[in-house]
Nanobody, 122 residues
């Protein structure tokens, strides 16, 4: 089964950028729908962005549309989340998810990474 490892989180000032990576092992990520979720303290995990294994269609939460970009590198078996124009409200633990069945990942998806902290200071 696929294992996911996120990296790239950190502390950044508002308006800055970060790129998160989600490296997969034990499976070919291009055969999975993949995506990113985030969870801030005291809040539920929420959807951020996703790539469907069908035609590579991308999806974004309204709160990040135009600022975040999800992409994949099949050669590296890695999915990325480029985050620009970061805001303090983007502060959260970011999780990578993968799903072999659903065309778009959800909180019910089976495979998850351990998460990476993103902190945006004002």
């Amino acid at each position: 089964q696929v294992q996911l490892v996120e990296s790239g989180g950190g502390l950044v000032q508002a308006g800055g950028s970060l790129r998160l990576s989600c490296a997969a092992s034990g499976g070919t990520l291009s055969l999975y729908s993949t995506g990113w979720f985030r969870q801030a303290p005291g809040k539920e995990r929420e959807f951020v962005a996703a790539i469907s294994w069908i035609r590579g269609t991308t999806y974004y939460a309204d709160s990040v549309k135009g600022r975040f970009t999800i992409s994949s590198d099949n050669g590296k078996n890695t999915v990325y989340l480029q985050m620009n124009s970061l805001k303090p409200e983007d502060t959260a633990v970011y999780y990578c998810a993968a799903d072999r069945i659903r065309t778009v990942v959800s909180t019910s998806s089976h495979y998850w990474g351990q998460g990476t902290q993103v902190t945006v200071s004002s």
